[in-house]
């Protein structure tokens, strides 16, 4: 009776259409341990490896997971070809929508798209590969967002420049003008900044050129050196001008595109492709 149960378990999985390695395998592991049960331990034995061997047939017909696909592949998917150029991802910063008191664009748009955003860090790197850099400090509030990528290629720590009054340790402060004219004051931490330490500082968008000017002075008043700076554009003002000047910098903006940046104005975000 067991050898009969096993011979039509055995048909059963060949039928199932589970293929030629799957009949061996279950031949030999369920056909074999049964009449070695039967001779050594009786029935009781050889109903367990039958009852073990229709669990395997009942396993063997669930439908196997697969992972939904990443989320990168989407939005604009269409944009990851092999052959992407230097720059590709600019096209996908959004334009402003809501008037005047806002900024002319979005960057930020292209950090939705993974694919864009590790190309951006990688663009941002280049001139610094000869470089030591020990710490990575973005400005709030964008600079986290891309610092923070920075930082994480790099394998180096993270120093957040705060808007004052949000840190609740002992901070150096500093003040400034942002790019929409009014007054503000920036903080960092007293224990990280020391002599020796050589800062990478990361904005999203420098402007006027202000507010990456007082992170500069906050980062050399505690003594440490700024490597250089990056950020997804430097615009040519005055501001932007004299960081250029003074500091090893990187942007993403080619030369044919910075006469647009400049006038915050680029012709087309969508086909735009460097």
Not at 96 to 118: E, H, I, M, V
Not at 122 to 137: E, G, Q, R, Y
Request: proline share 4%; with cysteine.
């Amino acid at each position: 009776m067991l050898l009969n149960n096993c011979l039509q378990l055995t048909l059963q999985i060949t039928q199932s259409g589970c293929g030629h390695q799957c009949f061996i395998r279950v031949s030999l592991s369920v056909c074999f341990p049964v009449c070695l049960c039967v001779f050594c331990l009786g029935r009781g034995g050889a109903q367990l490896v039958v009852m073990l061997a229709h669990l395997l047939l009942i396993t063997s017909s669930l439908p196997v997971y697969k992972p939904w696909p990443e989320l990168h592949s989407s939005p604009d998917s269409s944009a990851l070809h092999s052959d992407r150029h230097k720059g590709w991802y600019l096209s996908l910063m959004a334009p402003n929508t809501k008037g005047p008191t806002f900024a002319w664009l979005d960057p930020s748009r292209l950090y939705c798209n993974s694919q864009a955003l590790a190309d951006c860090v990688k663009d941002l790197l280049s001139p610094f590969h000869s470089d030591t850099i020990d710490l990575v400090a973005g400005i709030d509030a964008m600079g986290f967002i891309l610092g923070a990528s920075v930082a994480n290629t790099l394998g180096k720590g993270f120093l957040a420049v705060r808007k004052a009054g949000h840190l609740c340790v002992a901070t150096q402060n500093q003040s400034y003008t942002d790019y929409t004219g009014r007054e503000k004051t920036m903080e960092v931490r007293l224990d990280v900044l020391k002599p020796g330490v050589r800062v990478l500082l990361v904005d999203q968008w420098i402007e006027t050129g202000g507010t990456m000017k007082a992170a500069i002075q906050l980062v050399e008043r505690l003594g440490a050196t700024v490597v250089g700076v990056a950020a997804v554009a430097i615009e040519n003002t005055e501001g932007g001008k004299w960081i250029k000047e003074n500091y090893r910098f990187s942007h993403c903006i080619p030369e044919e595109l910075q006469s647009q940046i400049d006038r915050k104005h680029l012709d087309s975000f969508k086909s735009f492709n460097s």
